[in-house]
């Protein structure tokens, strides 16, 4: 199953799929230290997503948040690629940040295709979803 | 992105991998949201929390910023000197200090303003009415867009970090005259405007600022007279219960010289009226109960302008704190030569209290000592964060200065 995107960051991933429902900020709603989520209870809470496909609706507030998300880089802790349904610019930078590819504005509903713990892979701003076992 | 010529340069590595790096960053953030150009910036004000990797990556043989850049207060309430008489641990202050020096290197040799303030248009950076600019702080950005009608977008640190860097921004958002227009309006009902206190203004921020989300507003019914302490009363709370970017308020802000002329005549999307009663629930959330005892005192969210650490002074005259009672105020340090000039700091210090170029919301990971359990403060951004960020095991009060001195104080 593949589904294409718009390109906000170029570059080439794989990685599973951690699928958030609400708007994700790198300060807050996330531990760099350990690369989980931090989110009060929210069935994702502890959950990490440090070397997965993070995929979320968008991102919000937080001005520091690229310095959180550079933090969790440089200790193995990020993300190795963010799906959203429209880049806002603190989740875009934070991609910048950690050059990792972030794609947005997909032409078919990413949260009907992706589901958490699939197989996901990036290539050339196209998204490969493989089909759950 | 069309680039002239001095910017292609500059993305081309032509004058080292800093400048690369940056332009990096501003050109696909810029393509990402929409911008077909940069453009220079007269000033940038700058987040002293960088990651010390990711500094020196951005700086990598850059000679200078490229546009006059002051420094935010130091993020956190630590401050390098005076810590240890702040109540703040060995351990923290451990783990900041090395940090803070490499920082503090890169700072001086780019020539960073080590201003450390939220309010870097009272120290110095004062950019005229429709300057582009990229400012970082929630409430550095709505001050500046509102109060100075210069413009600055909601910029993240890394985007403003690269802006610093090149002198350049991309040009989009708050930067268009359209994307400037009041959106909400917010009406007073049955407040008086010249009767209107410290934390009435915070609260009526504290309440549309949850309402208006992003949405820029309009406050309609506030008097001329309003000093400018008061607006920012009124204008801290706005970007922490929601994250509004600009606040014009009608007949005081460069913007909104008429109601009409702020919505650039057209309909409010909403209008957001605020009668006593919301004032007096919303200071409900922030109240203290008979039975609290009050360990600690903070004031200076935002930073204390000269005339009110004159007004807290006079207030601490011929006092000191209670025993184990603790009292902070933020202030920049140009604020605090002055009141160390005109005798005011002293009269704080010697009552027992602290004067700090820190951040007093104590953002982001509020190092409030152990032995506290209830603290005190006139601003309702500081409670917000500070009542967060400590998990609950702080309780914050909101009440007007002089009712926060007397609390800790005899």
């Known amino acids: 199953m593949k589904i ?120 050339n701003g196209e998204v490969s979803v493989e089909e759950q076992a | 992105m069309i680039l002239t010529r001095s910017e292609e340069d500059m993305a081309s590595g032509k004058h080292g991998p800093g400048l690369e790096k940056c332009m990096h960053i501003l050109i696909k953030f810029g393509e990402a949201m929409g911008a077909e150009r940069l453009v220079p910036i007269s000033s940038a ?64 040799r780019l020539g960073f303003y080590e201003t450390y303030t939220c309010l870097p248009m009272l120290v110095g950076n004062l950019p005229r009415r429709g300057d582009f600019i990229s400012w970082i702080g929630s409430c550095a950005q709505l001050f500046v867009n509102s109060l100075l ?45 010249h009767g209107i206190t410290y934390t009435d203004l915070g609260a009526i921020g504290y309440y549309v600022g949850s309402r208006a989300q992003q949405r820029n507003i309009v406050v309609n019914g506030l008097a001329r007279e309003l000093d400018i302490s008061y607006l920012l009363a009124l204008m801290a709370p706005l970007p922490a219960s929601g994250s509004v970017s600009i606040c014009h308020v009608v007949g ?45 005192c903070i004031l200076g969210c935002p930073h204390c302008t000269i005339q009110e650490i004159r007004n807290i002074a006079t207030r601490l005259s011929g006092k000191k704190l209670r025993p184990g009672r603790r009292l902070w105020i933020g202030s920049a340090y140009q ?7 005109m005798g005011y700091s002293r009269t704080i210090e ?3 209290g602290v004067v700090t170029s820190s951040c007093m919301a104590t953002i982001p990971d509020s190092p409030i000592p152990d032995d506290v359990g209830t603290l005190v403060t006139n601003s309702f951004k500081a409670a917000h964060y500070i009542s967060r960020l400590t998990k609950g095991r702080v309780k914050v009060a909101v009440m007007e200065m002089p009712d926060c001195i007397d609390a800790v104080s005899a």
């Open chain 1, 4 to 123: 294409k995107g718009r390109i906000v960051n170029e570059g080439n991933a794989a990685g599973q799929a951690v699928v958030l429902d609400v708007p994700f900020s790198f300060i807050g709603d996330f531990d760099p230290n350990t690369g989980k989520i931090t989110i009060l209870n929210h069935p994702m809470f502890g959950e990490s997503i440090a070397g997965k496909i993070l995929v979320c609706p968008s991102g919000k507030g937080g001005t520091i948040a690229p310095f959180v998300a550079y933090e969790a880089m440089k200790k193995g802790n990020a993300p190795a690629a963010i799906l959203c349904r429209e880049a806002d610019p603190i989740l875009c930078e934070s991609a910048l940040a950690i050059d990792v590819p972030m794609l947005d504005s997909f032409d078919e509903d990413l949260f009907q295709m992706v589901k958490t713990g699939q197989a996901v892979s990036i290539e």
């Open chain 2, 45 to 108: 004000h700058t987040i002293p929390r960088e990651p010390p990797d990711l500094l020196m990556e951005m700086t990598e043989g850059v000679g200078q910023t490229g546009t006059f850049t002051t420094l935010h207060a130091f993020m956190s309430a630590f401050d390098p000197q005076l810590w240890e008489r702040m109540g703040i641990s060995e351990e923290y202050a451990a783990k900041e200090i090395p940090v803070l020096k490499q920082r503090i290197e890169i700072y001086r």
């Open chain 2, 149 to 193: 009608a210069a413009r600055t977008n909601r910029d993240g640190a890394v985007l403003n970090l690269a802006a610093a860097i090149t002198g350049r921004a991309p040009y989009r958002g708050l930067f268009l005259d359209e994307n400037r227009l009041g959106q909400v309006v917010v009406e007073l009902e049955g407040v008086d405007p």
């Open chain 2, 252 to 296: 005081c802000t460069p913007e909104a010289p008429t109601l009409e002329r702020a919505l650039g005549n057209q309909e409010p999307a909403e209008i957001i009226r605020v009668d006593k009663k919301a004032i007096a629930e919303t200071k409900e959330l922030h109240a203290l109960s008979s039975n609290d005892t009050v360990e600690m």
């Open chain 2, 335 to 341: 604020t605090y030569y002055l009141a160390q000039t």
């Open chain 2, 350 to 352: 010697e009552a027992g």
